[in-house]
Nanobody, 120 residues
């Protein structure tokens, strides 16, 4: 089985920073893309940023220049450095990993999410 676990959320003041981490573990053969998504109350889940195994990145327009996604392939871990946080960044942040298991199955795994609250 595969697990994806996020960490690093919390309460931060506007203009502050947070760093989220997400580790995938279990019967993983390889991981292609990893990404961060978020869902605010009453809204649909939206893409924040993604990164491929080769390091190509994609960002939502709303976070460009403020958030940075990175990954450590050896640790099956993806990070999201969030700077200049705004109240509208408040949401539950979810990690996603597109991977191939050791049983040769492609799957897209989600974590349970971590709450980020930006408030004074």
């Amino acid at each position: 089985q595969v697990q994806v676990v996020e960490s690093g959320g919390g309460l931060v003041q506007p203009g502050g920073s947070l760093r989220l981490s997400c580790a995938a573990s279990g019967t993983i053969f390889s991981i292609n893309a990893m990404g961060w998504y978020r869902q605010a109350p009453g809204k649909q889940r939206e893409l924040v940023a993604t990164i491929t195994s080769g390091g190509s990145t994609n960002y939502a327009d709303s976070v460009k220049g403020r958030f940075t996604i990175s990954r450590d392939n050896a640790k099956n871990t993806v990070y999201l450095q969030m700077n200049s946080l705004k109240p509208e960044d408040t949401a539950v942040y979810y990690c996603n990993a597109d991977l191939l298991t050791t049983r040769n199955l492609f799957t897209s795994q989600w974590g349970r999410g971590t709450q980020v609250t930006v408030s004074s």
